[in-house]
C-alpha cells in the first residue's frame, strides 16, 4: 500500500490498537500502524461480520492522499478517478466501484477493447501494454479476487465487498494508464514541437 501521509510505497503491518465491541451492525475494532518512511500513524477502523470484514475505512488520516492528476487527462475520466479518491475514506467498497467503472470504460474508448465483461477486455489489452503495466492489470483481477465476485467483473459499477488494498490498488493502476495513454503522449507531442522549433530557427526541416 502507499502511506496515505507521504505517498511512500509500504509493506502492512497492522496492529490491534482497540476492540470496540460489537452492536447490531457487527464487531468493531481500531487498528494502527505507522509509516516507516514518515513515522506518522495511520489509523483505520473495521466493523467484522461473523469473522469476514465488512466495512474498513481511514480515521487518520480522513483522505489519504493522492498524486494530482496531469491536466492531459481528459476531464471524463479524471472526475471519475477524483470520485473514487473522495469517497475512498469513507467507504471503500464505493472507491473500487467507481475504478472499476472508469477502468472499464477506458480500456473501451481510449484502448479499443471489444466490450465484455471486465475480464476479457483485461486479456484483450495486455499485449498492447508495456509488461510492467499489464502485470498490474492483470493483477485486478486477482486481487479483487473475481472468481468469489462475479459482479466486479459483469457488472463493474456494482458496490460489493472489496478485497485488502484492491480499492488502491485499482486507483495505482488508473495512474498508470493515464499516464500510459493521455500523460507520456502528450509530453512527447510537446518535446517535438519545440524541437521542430528549434530545427526551424536553425534553417533545418522538421522531423520527420
Not at 457488472?155 to 484492491?166: A, C, H, K, L, Q
Request: glycine share 6%; with cysteine; proline share 7%.
Amino acid at each position: 500500500m502507499k502511506c496515505p501521509h507521504c505517498m511512500q510505497g509500504i509493506h502492512e503491518s497492522w496492529t490491534m490498537a482497540a476492540h470496540l465491541g460489537g452492536d447490531r451492525d457487527g464487531d468493531w475494532r481500531v487498528l494502527q500502524m505507522v509509516c516507516p518512511e514518515c513515522r506518522r500513524f495511520i489509523i483505520r477502523v473495521e466493523r467484522q461480520v461473523a469473522s469476514a470484514v465488512e466495512d474498513r475505512f481511514f480515521a487518520h488520516p480522513r483522505a489519504p492522499l493522492r498524486s494530482p492528476l496531469s491536466e492531459d487527462v481528459p476531464t471524463e475520466y479524471a472526475n471519475d478517478y477524483r470520485e473514487a479518491c473522495v469517497v475512498f475514506s469513507e467507504s471503500s467498497k464505493a472507491s473500487a466501484a467507481l475504478s472499476r467503472r472508469c477502468l472499464q470504460r477506458l480500456l473501451r474508448e481510449k484502448a479499443g477493447v471489444k466490450p465484455g465483461n471486465l475480464s476479457d477486455e483485461i486479456d484483450e489489452v495486455m499485449p498492447k501494454l508495456p509488461s510492467h503495466l499489464a502485470d498490474a492489470v492483470d493483477a485486478v483481477r486477482n486481487v479483487g479476487n473475481f472468481a468469489a465476485h462475479p459482479l466486479k467483473n459483469t457488472n463493474t459499477g456494482e458496490v460489493v465487498d472489496v478485497e485488502p488494498g484492491e480499492a488502491e490498488w485499482l486507483l495505482d493502476v488508473l495512474e498508470g494508464l493515464f499516464d500510459f495513454y493521455f500523460v507520456q503522449p502528450e509530453l512527447l507531442k510537446r518535446k517535438r514541437a519545440e524541437l521542430d522549433n528549434k530545427l526551424q530557427e536553425a534553417g533545418k526541416p522538421p522531423m520527420k
